[in-house]
């Protein structure tokens, strides 16, 4: 896999400030150069600050948000306003704060009762490639809804699948593996020392995505804090 670019600074408060500035300039750049921009975002703790930053001046003044697709990359079987929502979460600290077009922002659907059907119907709007896709990282080396030993790590045809996960909420869907191989862009986002060692084992140790799914993201662009960048034996970007 290619070497991945490691940003690393000194606490979580600052990882949402670099973070929200890469993104910020990738999607410019994208603007600038081809018209549009296909963002797909993450759900959990550590991207909410990076959003709501991306809402707020001067960055939110830069982007063309008009212009912007916004995609998801995993979602949890629940209601788009439950609290367990990715989609919730990133309206209330992003999408209702700047001026998205209502046709360019696309939920996933994974509330609804078939969502094998939900999972084809969001596949056939993804884009042959996002621009940018932001992922996190749980402590267990999982990215998205990818799971160690999810068989959803095998697809290599379908974009999106239902999954079931190890905690609550269980019923989700999630992209598959070549959708991250096709990004152009991949941003991993992650904080806490209770990661660092999963951070050194994906970034550092042997290539084994099947129990490190985070690891089909390891060509990306790596935005840690220094306490999930610890047990790396190399912090240089």
Not at 120 to 148: K, N, Q, V
Request: net charge neutral; charged share 30%.
């Amino acid at each position: 896999m290619t070497r991945p670019q490691r940003i690393v600074v000194a606490e979580a408060s600052r990882l949402a400030d670099a973070a929200a500035e890469w993104i910020a300039s990738a999607a410019e750049a994208d603007l600038r150069e081809r018209g549009c921009c296909a963002l797909a975002l993450s759900g959990g703790d550590t991207p909410r600050p990076v959003y709501e930053r991306l809402a707020r001046d001067p960055l939110a003044a830069r982007i063309n948000w008009r212009e912007m697709d916004i995609y998801f990359g995993d979602e949890r079987g629940v209601p788009p306003r439950d609290p367990a929502s990715n989609y919730g979460m990133a309206a209330t600290a992003l999408l209702e704060r700047v001026p998205l077009r209502a046709d360019r922002v696309h939920r996933m659907e994974a509330e609804r009762a078939d969502r094998e059907a939900a999972a084809w119907d969001y596949e056939r709007i993804l884009p042959e490639r996002l621009d940018i896709l932001l992922l996190g990282m749980g402590p267990d080396g999982h990215t998205a809804s990818l799971f160690p030993g999810s068989p959803a790590l095998d697809q290599r045809d379908r974009l999106v699948v239902p999954v079931t996960g190890p905690k609550a909420p269980a019923e989700r869907l999630t992209i598959t593996p070549p959708v991250i191989a096709a990004a152009r862009r991949v941003v991993v986002l992650v904080a806490g020392a209770d990661k660092a060692v999963t951070v050194a084992q994906a970034l550092e140790g042997p290539e084994r995505p099947r129990d490190l799914p985070v690891q089909l993201a390891r060509r990306g662009v790596w935005f840690l804090d220094r306490a999930a960048a610890a047990q790396l034996r190399s912090v240089a970007a």
